[in-house]
Structures are given as structure tokens and as C-alpha cells.
């Protein structure tokens, strides 16, 4: 590595900072965190950089949009270190972390066309458990009670007061009798909580998906940020490619290539 930071033309910090629109002192910064390794000095103490170090910028900064700064940083360390091993697992997991978001997507996208396809469930009466057979009750205009929303998802009625506690339904109560009192929203929610459910996920991980559905105003709104999901998702999964490139290509500079890296039978 001593021989190619000494190679070729040397660079200034304002010359790497000028192509990328950063300022010299972000240029230090990267060098003082480990994502440039260390520049040589003029006999006056100069900082003096070379191809190799304009290669670990091009390849922090194309890192960047895939896996976020934090993680960028973490890989270039360990390149820079001689851990290429470590910048690998970290590289690993971004990819594995964009999969699982993948497959939240489909689960979400799943969960809702499972809810297209079902009605739902008409207003009943609700007696309030341990109370006896108690009065019935009759739902408000547009809501529905406890017992026949458990009945039409078949599950329990402890099972919709969990997910009230979750927060992934917010029935209201009923002014006269205390009775819940679940309106269209609070519906539509437990329905997908309930789809959600049905597909593995635990209550922590929907209750964020709930709040995004609630966020976008009701389902048929929660289309556009369904697309703009994907779109994102997408960017992201192209930015991990084009940083994979520009890291093999410092790699390669280092003279620790992928390609390199593989032993031969």
C-alpha cells in the first residue's frame, strides 16, 4: 500500500474536495475518521494525496446512498485497516436489511388486497366480558363492537384489546355505556393488523406499518406511498450496486480486489 500512495501525481485537498463539491475540510474530516487512509506530508507539513486517495473518495461517496454514512464509514475503516473481511459482513447485512424491507413491502401489499377482498363486518352488540350476559348494546352509525369485529376476523376479543394496548387499533368508547366502539378506521386497521398477523409478522413490527396507513389518511391514499416505496427501495438496490463497483475498484488499487481475494483451486 506504501508504494501506491507514493505513486503518481500528487493531489491536494482542495483538488480531491473541487470534483465532488466538498469543502478541504471535509476532505480532513474523512481522513481523520479513517474513511481516506492517511495522507503524506510535504517536508512543511503539508497534507499530500494521491490516486489511491481519490479512488477511497469516489468509493465513500458511492457507498453513501446504499448504506448510509454510518455504515459507509464502518466499510472504508475496515478496508483501510486491512479488515476486508469486516467491510464485507457489513456489506452483507445492508443487503440482507434491503431484502427484509422487500419483504415487508410484500406483506403489506399482500395484507391489502386480502382486505379488498373482504367485507366488513356489519355493526352488532357487544357485552362486556366478565360482566355476564349484560345489555346489548347497539353500535353507533358506522361502527361496530367488540364481539362481532372478533367474530368476523375469527379471533378473540382479548386478542383485539392486545392490539388496542399495541396500538395498532384505537376504538373509541361508547359515551353511555363504556362499551368500545370500533368506527371504519379502527376497522380497517385491525383488519390489516390482522392480515399482518396472519403472515408472521409480531405486533412491534406492524405497529409502524399501521401508523404509515394512518399517516397516508386510509388505504386508497397509502397507493402512492406504496409506489414511492418501491421506487425508493429500488434506488437504494442500484445504489448498492454502483457502490460495490467503485469499492472494488479502490480495492483493486490497494491491490486487494475481490477477484483477488479468491483463492484459487
Request: hydrophobic share 40%; charged share 25%; glycine share 12%.
Amino acid at each position: 500500500m506504501g508504494r501506491n500512495l507514493q505513486n503518481g501525481k500528487r493531489l491536494r485537498p482542495v483538488d480531491l474536495a473541487r470534483g465532488h463539491g466538498l469543502s478541504t475540510q471535509a476532505i480532513r474530516n474523512y481522513e481523520e475518521t479513517g474513511i481516506l487512509p492517511a495522507a503524506g506530508r510535504t517536508p512543511h507539513g503539508y497534507r499530500t494525496y494521491t490516486s489511491l486517495h481519490a479512488a477511497a473518495l469516489r468509493a465513500f461517496l458511492a457507498l453513501v446512498p446504499g448504506h448510509g454514512h454510518q455504515t459507509a464509514t464502518s466499510i472504508m475503516r475496515a478496508v483501510n485497516q486491512g479488515s476486508a473481511d469486516e467491510a464485507f459482513r457489513l456489506i452483507d447485512e445492508s443487503h440482507a436489511q434491503l431484502l427484509e424491507d422487500r419483504r415487508t413491502l410484500q406483506a403489506v401489499e399482500s395484507a391489502l388486497r386480502d382486505l379488498e377482498r373482504t367485507p366488513a363486518p356489519e355493526p352488532g352488540a357487544e357485552s362486556e366480558p366478565g360482566a355476564g350476559p349484560g345489555p346489548v348494546a347497539v353500535a353507533a352509525p358506522g361502527g361496530t363492537f367488540i364481539g362481532p369485529l372478533a367474530e368476523q376476523l375469527g379471533i378473540g376479543p382479548a386478542t383485539l384489546r392486545k392490539w388496542e394496548r399495541a396500538g395498532l387499533v384505537r376504538p373509541r368508547r361508547d359515551p353511555l355505556t363504556g362499551y368500545r366502539v370500533y368506527d371504519e378506521a379502527a376497522v380497517r386497521d385491525a383488519r390489516l393488523a390482522h392480515q399482518l398477523r396472519r403472515g408472521g409478522y409480531l405486533l412491534e413490527r406492524i405497529a409502524p406499518l399501521i401508523a404509515q396507513v394512518r399517516a397516508a389518511g386510509g388505504l386508497e391514499p397509502l397507493q402512492a406511498t406504496l409506489r414511492d416505496w418501491h421506487g425508493r427501495l429500488s434506488a437504494r438496490g442500484r445504489a448498492l450496486l454502483t457502490g460495490a463497483a467503485e469499492l472494488e475498484a479502490y480495492l483493486r488499487e490497494r491491490g486487494s480486489g475481490l477477484l483477488s481475494a479468491i483463492p484459487d483451486d
